[in-house]
């Protein structure tokens, strides 16, 4: 796909020895404290950026808020990305994640 640095999604990771001063805190849909993995794979599999150990208790909108990925892309320090679709040209790629993220 022209333009796709990676596809972005947000995995929670069961944490069976969390300690139980920190089980509120980790513990989120689910009754088990889990840790939240996010990660961004490119179309070959190659896992190129993980973002590990926010609790279980954030949605993957708070996790995008403090993730360094998007901190270098507000920042404008973006990977270069020039393409063109059907006579249009791009100079900034994109991510494909699912709906819950915003455009």
Same mark, same amino acid.
């Given at each position: 796909w022209p333009?796709?640095?990676?596809?972005l999604d947000c995995m929670h990771w069961r944490w $069976?020895?969390?300690? $139980?001063a920190w089980h509120g805190m980790y513990c989120? $849909? /689910? =009754?088990d404290a889990t840790i939240v993995?996010?990660?961004?794979? /490119?179309?070959?599999?190659w896992i190129w950026h993980a973002f590990f150990g926010l609790?279980?208790?954030l949605n993957d909108i708070n996790i995008l808020n403090r993730s360094p990925l998007f901190k =270098?892309?507000?920042s404008g320090d973006a990977p270069a990305c020039n393409y063109k679709i059907m006579d249009n040209e791009y100079s900034?790629?994109?991510?494909?994640?699912d709906g819950i993220y915003p455009e």
């Open positions: 333009g796709m640095l990676g596809s $069976k020895n969390c300690p $139980k989120g $849909k /689910s =009754r993995l996010e990660a961004v794979a /490119s179309q070959d599999t609790p279980g208790t =270098r892309l507000i900034m790629g994109y991510y494909l994640t």
